[in-house]
């Protein structure tokens, strides 16, 4: 399969971000000792996988600044050696230690490429497991002509 288009993996990215949440619904009302300290800088690889073959491998970079349970993450992406800062989100992490956006400077709506047609967020997760100094991403797209996309990979705190 061709390589990708970086542009259409950036927009697919930070439009797909933005999407990241659900599950748990409301702010969270215990004391903050009870959230999980995500703070901090994480980094490793991403794979981009269409209908499951590994069509790019991504260096990703998120930061993470956290008050109690609100969180807001600044993320870079790097893509043929060019970084590729994306947009700031704002969320709340839960005890368990799921993030939930509740602000963005994204938009959610479908991106368009030339190659595979309307790109649309499906299923979007990131998850800061309690006790571990690891993110999980995982984000699912759909395309019209390219089949299903599928970003994941877990990146270490540093």
Known sequence: MPRLKAFSLIVMFATITVACGGGSSGSPT????????????????????IEGQVVENITARLVAVQSGSEVTINSRITIDGVPIDLPAVTGNIDTTGFFTVTASGASSA???DQTCGYITATATSLNF???LSTVQ???IATTDY???WNVSGILTRY
């Not at 215990?30 to 996988?49: M, V």
């Open 137 to 139: 991403y995982i984000e």
């Open 30 to 49: 215990s004391p903050s000792s009870q959230f999980p300290n995500i703070a901090g800088t994480y980094a490793g690889q991403l794979s981009l996988k």
């Open 129 to 131: 497991p309690y006790g």
């Open 146 to 148: 390219c089949g299903t």
């Open 110 to 112: 479908p991106t368009y």
